[in-house]
């Protein structure tokens, strides 16, 4: 099994104790030394139809069931959709989480003010990106959540034009992710045309890891494939899994 370093000797290795949580994804965890670091941001990325909210999904209510509260940002999907699309799938049950006050889900959609006026557009997206850092902050502390997913980051991206605001946005965002000790992962949508990890080349630098997940239609039983593009602090797995999305969860295929 390939795995990459982490860039700290063996000594080091085997005193230096990371705390992980579990991603929630079957066979996931052991490619990545037990799991997402605690407290860190991490990036799940891939084009449509690759299996980004069935990942946000799996780390949400994976935690729910071990006891620790999650938050569920969505930028793009409605709500219940979400719920309904995950209980179709996978025969979880969102709504009981929910009421057993371990999942809670927040839409926070951007009104996109029309260029066309006169409104200082930089201020209008400055005051946006602070009411979601707000609005995020409140409902972590609200709900003592441990995990935190905002699917997805791109609607973010999208509403930004300018390169230096989006980066001083973003890294603002980040930075008080990781102040606020929750374990984030975030979506992102590749365009169909890019061979990037982002919409904006941004993002996938300030995170503590990516994860990208593919679409490849060259075999009958593996189409979908995950790669750990990088992840701080971890030893893994650099080499392509093939996975699939069945009843007990997303599942990576061992070959």
Known sequence: MGFLGGGSSSTEQSTYYVERVSTGVIGLDDKIEGGLVKGSVNLVVGKAGTGKTQFCSSFIYAGAKNGEPGL????????????????????????????????????????????????????????????????????????????LVIDSISVLEMFIDDK???????????????????TTVMSGEIPETSEGLSGSGIIEYLVDSVIKLDFVPVSEEFKRTLTIRKMRRTNHSTLIHPFEITREGMKLIEI
Do not use: C, H
């Open 72 to 147: 569920y940002i969505t930028t793009e999907e409605a709500v219940d959709a979400i719920k309904e699309d995950i209980r179709a799938m996978f025969n979880w049950d969102f709504n009981e989480m929910e009421n057993l006050g371990l999942i809670r889900f927040v839409s926070i959609k951007p009104v996109i003010p029309d260029k066309s006026t006169t409104m200082d557009v930089t201020m209008v997206t400055r005051s946006y990106i602070l009411n979601v850092i707000n609005k995020i902050s409140v409902a972590v502390k609200e709900l003592g959540a441990k995990r």
């Open 164 to 182: 230096y605001l989006a980066r001083v946005a973003l890294m603002n965002l980040t930075d008080k992710l990781r102040q606020l000790g929750v």
